[in-house]
């Protein structure tokens, strides 16, 4: 892909601002940060526009909370046609984390990580999203 320079003025707070973002993401450069929220501002206007993502669900959880792994199996049943595959890892002898590989229109997408993170005993669980083109 070709790369084409260009260049912007900012005020001072705001290029002072790019450049924590640079750092606190080990970004090598401002242009590295610049692409990189453009790509998220794209990623991010796909899912509102409701196009086909990829993405994972990731979930923490104590095992031992009743019916906890009945109930998320029962809502991935439900969602079979967007559910790519699922890992389990046991993290201690109570916490397992989970990770669902899910691909489909954003907001179906949305709608299942909403449901498993909503189980009762989940401990932390969030959706990450990406354009698959």
Do not use: P
Not at 17 to 38: C, G, K, M, P, T
Not at 52 to 80: C, E, L, P, R, T
């Amino acid at each position: 892909m070709a790369v084409t320079r260009f260049s912007i003025s900012l005020e001072k707070e705001l290029l002072e601002e790019l450049d924590l973002y640079a750092d606190d993401n080990n970004f090598a450069n401002r242009s590295q940060a610049v692409r990189h929220l453009i790509e998220k501002n794209i990623v991010e206007k796909k899912w509102l526009c409701n196009n086909v993502v990829a993405g994972a669900i990731v979930m923490i959880y104590d095992h031992h909370k009743k019916d906890i792994n009945s109930i998320s199996n029962d809502i991935q049943h439900d969602y079979f046609d967007v559910i790519l595959s699922s890992q389990h890892y046991h993290l201690s002898h109570d916490m397992c984390l989970e990770i669902i590989a899910v691909k489909g229109v954003a907001n179906k997408l949305t709608e299942l990580s909403e449901k498993l993170i909503s189980i009762k005993g989940i401990k932390h669980g969030k959706l990450v999203m990406s354009k698959t083109d």
